[in-house]
C-alpha cells in the first residue's frame, strides 16, 4: 500500500504545478512531492509548496521521506504518550466504547 499523500490518484489539481527560477524567471514544474528540481539554467529550486506534515504522524515517515528532523521525532513520541493517556482520539474521555 502507498501512501495517500504520495498516491497520485489522490492528488488533486493543484498539486502539480510551475514555479519561477528566482535565476532567469523560467518556469520550473514541481510535483507536490518532490523537494527540489533544476531549472534549465542550471539553478536548484527548492519546492515552495512542499509540506511534509505527515511526517510528524506518520509511523512510515522515515520509510517514505527518508530522515526525519529530529525534533519532529519528538513530536511523534509526546503526541503518542498523550494518545496514551487520554485514549484514541479522546474516546476513553468520552465515555464511548471501540
Sequence with gaps: MRCP???MRFWKPGDIF???C????GK???FKDEVRRKCRCGH???NPKMDLGCAEWCQYAEQCIGVVPEEVK???R?????LLKGGIGGVR???LRL
Design 74 to 76: 519528538a513530536r511523534q
Design 28 to 30: 520550473v514544474e514541481f
Design 44 to 46: 536548484e529550486i527548492v
Design 18 to 20: 510551475e514555479a519561477e
Design 93 to 95: 474521555q468520552q465515555g
Design 5 to 7: 499523500g504520495q498516491d
Design 78 to 82: 509526546a503526541e503518542q504518550g498523550d
Design 22 to 25: 528566482p535565476k532567469c524567471g
